[in-house]
Nanobody, 123 residues
Framework: QVQVVESGGGLVQPGGSLRLTCAAS????????VGWFRQFPGKEREFVAA???????LYADSVKGRFTISRDNAKNTVYLQMNSLKPEDTAVYYC?????????????????WGQGSQVTVSS
């Protein structure tokens, strides 16, 4: 049973924007941090951004200033606004929820994962 669902991926030209949405049940999001990770072919998942339940945010250096993570606790939804997209942002993007107890940048901190959403940046 899928508990975390990403949406909003697709094909965009370099310099364009996309907004990813992550939705889950209240039992999964409540009091938990939510992170976005991405995976390039043949590589490990890498941290992109995270938001705590209280709204604190953290970003990878590669996306700082271009991506914005936010959450709406009333809607049990987290967003990743991606601007000024580059071809090197092309990847499968995953949303995950968890306690963040091993650090927000660490995939092992997150218990519930979505199935991923493809983002392709190409002209």
């Amino acid at each position: 049973q899928v508990q975390v669902v990403e949406s909003g991926g697709g094909l965009v030209q370099p310099g364009g924007s996309l907004r990813l949405t992550c939705a889950a049940s209240a039992s999964i999001f409540k009091f938990n941090a939510v992170g976005w990770f991405r995976q390039f072919p043949g590589k490990e998942r890498e941290f992109v951004a995270a938001v705590t339940y209280g709204g604190g945010t953290l970003y990878a250096d590669s996306v700082k200033g271009r991506f914005t993570i936010s959450r709406d606790n009333a809607k049990n939804t987290v967003y990743l606004q991606m601007n000024s997209l580059k071809p090197e942002d092309t990847a499968v993007y995953y949303c995950a929820a968890g306690r963040g107890d091993k650090g927000l940048r660490v995939a092992a901190s997150y218990k519930d994962w979505g199935q991923g959403s493809q983002v392709t940046v190409s002209s």
